[in-house]
């Protein structure tokens, strides 16, 4: 990606920006979001701490990429052609992955209400990439036929994985794959019993 | 509104804890949940800090109860039979606070992923006292057969206001009323095109 930079005895660009990421990342995993700075993380990199002032705005943009990069394979989107398999595979995958590490990422997502810099990070790293890549994955589902033509995607993504972030951010009930599972039959599904293209639920009295 | 005890020159613990919930209040609209300090409510109020410090854990949790105190009467559930539009009223009315205050919101649940003392009593005074609301109304749709019996409902609570949170924290798709009105189409209906009681979704080939 950077060009090489021969001789001159100095480290490529490319190999300073992934040992400062490398170092940003264990940092994180170690310490949590407040002990990445910059000071550590040039200690740590063995880079300069200009270098890292240069490239990103701030630690916590530095320590995102990082922590973005460390999840990018455990959460990928499978597809088998079969849906409710696929989004059960991803979605126990997620959960695994915020009963281990969920404090750091409420963390990140905590701090970014209160740092522009690192929530534009936060939204250009994560957050749309993300919604990106379970849009496809839904968008293939609905060319097969297995979503109705009028579903809007995003919705879904809301309703599958911000459901989680809400269990994990506002914490009240517990963030399981039982509960994963009822995610995605609730939307399966639907919740009434009397099945979709009804405009009206029904509404018998008891 | 706070009642003046006659005599004794002091007033009534109940004023002196009404007083400074009011001035947190009135400094956390106007300012930030950063400017809520125990110093300014004190100053503001007209009491002492050391009360302050007796009854509340920390100035976030004294800016807190102020605002989930002022949010009260917003976000009521209205119960009139008809679940669609009951939610759709309270859905509503959720959106447009979330536009009208939706960076103090955000701040305070940020600040709440560092700050334990916060998390409590966000927790205990807002995120389980607003479950329990929206939960009783879904069971009183339940006990009227407009909700399936096995459908687990603080799931539901979850695919609603957890997915409102979801884009106010994580923002990348507008948060709107016709999203609510998405939302709640897909739970309702259901996403799949052949309906519920299916334990597969269809899956035709194209």
Redesign the interface.
Known sequence: MSPLKPGRGRRRAEDVRRAAVAAATELLFEEGI?NVTFEKVAARAGVSKVTLYKWWPSPGSLAFEGYFGALEDVLSFPDT????ADLTTQLHAFVALLQRRGGVV??I??????DPEL?AA??AQY??PR?DLAVDRLAAAR??????PD??L???V??L???????L?????PLSTA?TD??LD?????????????D???????
């Open positions: 407040r052609g079969d849906l409710r409420a963390e997502i905590g701090a970014a209400q209160s929530a936060l939204s957050v749309r919604r060319r097969a036929g297995q979503i109705r579903v809007d995003e919705t879904i809301d309703q994985w911000g459901a989680c972030y809400h269990r951010l506002m914490p009240a009930e509960f009822r995610l609730n939307l399966l599904r639907g919740i009434t019993p009397d099945g979709p293209h009804r009206e639920p029904s509404a018998p009295t008891d």
